[in-house]
């Protein structure tokens, strides 16, 4: 049944997309700046093949968002509004922020709910990007095609001679995979057969004959791409996922696994009237890296396996007026925390499901990290605040996996006890741990401590995360006291009915609140605010008239009161 759908798969593709096809213009996602940044997520669709439309998630569009900029220093404040038809989560992949902002699977946003988390932007300039992140139905949620690009500005890269006019010669390459079914929809799987370049499928972009810049994201849910040119020129690698090198790296090909970034620079100078390909070299790849093995037939097989194909199309055009010619010499000084500034060495294992005492929940395709499924309700580790800490991930797996912290900018130490390769030795947050490799990082967990909601670390393949291959931590402060939620919050609204607005008053002083949730009566969320700054109070202006609980816990103490409040026209 699978393969005649493939068979049948096959035949539509090569009369939707011929050999030899007309190019799609790469679809260069539109960018919102701060302070405020409104995102709405909801199902639409989106005409990829002709015929049937495909149904696609969709933020403030049809698949995949706006770019988001920020500066660094600044505090950017999130309306992320669910108009889908599930709850979902938004998680700020690479952010330092605080865990109750972050958007794991904890901060569930219902249908109709709106979620309101800001923070100030400390991290380095760099790429990073914003996906939904809801246990189980993580995979489900990117291939509809949600999440974006967030690009960092700082201004050590600002300084520098780079390329940075977005869509010319600063490109966004957001690169993933898709299978369509005869109906034209998108197949919830692991590997797809054809490969969508920020959603444009057979992409050519025009660069100009000159250095240009690609900021790249494996946004796929499994497969690796083995990143190269067609013509087999060198490229530059100045950022990994945490900001830039200290220096570009010339390299011609970088192994990029899913949920990693790199920026490169290619140098088209001179080469105006020609074009080269951006290229995944996977027949290279061993068996034991996703997309490098071939599965005839299940759910895994795929036409892109064990092969090289083609992402985009740089076709090269005149120089601009205002073209970087040459690749800098240096770039930044990272300063990465010391071996001898470690306090705490973890070691994590990777093993496959056989490791595993429950196999009947798990099946047959589950990896796990230390012996265990992903517990909602338990905490894997507590990590104190300010410490630097040594994660060595040791892997008994025959595949390799793509290790993701949140929280926290990684520096590899080692791949089995040899130094990282000079293009992957900057800030990490994913790293692909290889077949029965063992890889150590160091990181410092510092500013953001919180007893009472935890960070994720996973594996990156979202359909391992989804079946359990994630864990959580928490950031403590060694000197707090930890409290678990009590009731006991003596709370206040007025005005009383109001139209606009509604302020809190507490009973006790000295209460700072950790968050406040605004629910219909009958328990539906409709926003939920964490640590919410409340001097001039919740805007409440978008809520329809009716009676709405207000629910808010204490930071210190964690008690918990509620009010009711009428929302009048
Ligand atoms: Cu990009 Cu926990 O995820
Ligand atoms: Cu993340
Ligand atoms: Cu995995």
């Not at 992957?424 to 007893?451: C, M, P, Q, S």
Request: glycine share 8%; net charge negative; aromatic share 8%.
């Amino acid at each position: 049944m699978l393969l005649l759908k493939r068979i049948f798969m096959t035949v539509l593709l090569l009369s939707a997309l011929p050999l030899f096809a007309q190019y799609n213009t790469l679809h260069i996602p539109g960018t919102l700046s701060g302070p405020t940044f409104n995102l709405r997520m909801k199902d639409t669709v989106k005409q990829f093949l002709p015929g049937q439309q495909t149904i696609t998630g969709g933020i403030n569009g049809n698949f995949w968002g706006p770019t988001l900029l920020f500066n660094q220093g600044d505090t950017v404040f999130m309306n992320v509004t669910n108009n889908l038809n599930d709850s979902t989560t938004l998680h700020w992949h690479g952010m330092h922020l605080p865990a109750v902002m972050d958007g794991g699977p904890h901060q569930i946003i219902p249908p109709g709910t709106v979620w309101q988390p800001y923070w100030k932007v400390t991290n380095n300039a760099g790429l990073y990007w914003y996906h939904p992140h809801l246990h189980e139905m993580t995979m489900e949620q990117i291939i509809s095609g949600l999440g974006g690009l967030i690009i960092v500005n700082d201004p050590i890269e600002s300084a520098l001679s780079l390329p940075r006019t977005y869509g010319v010669d600063d490109i966004p390459l957001a690169i993933t995979d898709r299978t369509f079914t005869t109906a034209n929809q998108f197949n919830v799987e692991p590997f797809g057969d054809t490969v969508l370049a920020n959603g444009t499928l057979n992409a050519r972009q025009d660069v100009p004959a000159q250095v240009v810049r690609l900021r790249m994201l494996n946004g796929a849910i499994e497969r690796s791409y083995n990143l190269g040119f067609s013509d087999g020129r060198s490229f530059s690698v100045i950022a990994n996922d945490g900001g830039l090198l200290n220096a570009p790296v010339s390299v011609t090909r970088y192994l990029l696994s899913p949920g990693e970034r790199i920026e490169i620079l290619v140098n088209c100078t001179g080469q105006s009237g020609t074009n080269i390909n951006l290229r995944a070299f996977n027949s290279t790849l061993p068996q034991t890296i996703a997309g490098g093995e071939n599965f005839p037939n299940g759910p895994f097989s795929n036409a892109l396996g064990r092969r090289d194909f083609n992402i985009l199309n740089l076709n090269i055009v005149a120089q601009n007026g205002n073209p970087i010619t040459a690749i800098p010499t240096a770039l930044t000084t990272n300063i990465f925390p010391t071996e001898a500034s470690a306090v705490v060495t973890r070691s994590l294992r990777i093993t496959d499901s056989l490791g595993v005492t429950n196999p009947v929940i798990l099946g047959p395709t589950a990896f796990v990290i230390d012996h265990k499924l992903f517990d909602i309700n338990y905490i894997n580790y507590t990590v104190n605040k300010d410490d630097v800490e040594i994660w060595e991930i040791v892997s008994n797996s025959n595949l390799a996996h793509p290790f993701h912290i949140h929280d926290v900018e990684f520096k590899i130490l080692t791949r089995n006890a040899v130094a990282p390769a000079a293009e992957e030795a900057g800030w990490k947050d994913v790293v692909l741990v290889k077949a029965n490799e063992t890889v150590r990082f160091i990181a410092k967990f510092d500013d953001y401590a919180d007893a009472t909601h935890p960070f994720m670390y996973h594996c990156h393949i979202s359909l391992h995360e989804d079946e359990g291959m994630m864990g959580q931590f928490v950031v403590v402060d060694p000197n707090g006291t930890q409290r678990l939620p009590e009731p006991g919050l003596k709370v206040d609204a007025y005005p009383n009915p109001t139209t606009e607005k509604i302020y809190l008053q507490f009973a006790d002083a000295d209460i700072s609140v950790y968050y406040v949730t605004i629910s219909t009566v009958s328990g539906r969320a409709v926003l939920m605010l964490p640590q919410p700054i409340l001097n001039d109070g919740i805007d409440v202006t978008a809520l329809a008239a009716g009676t709405y609980v207000l629910t808010v816990m204490d930071k210190k103490t964690k008690r918990m009161g509620s009010v009711k409040f009428v929302k009048s026209r």
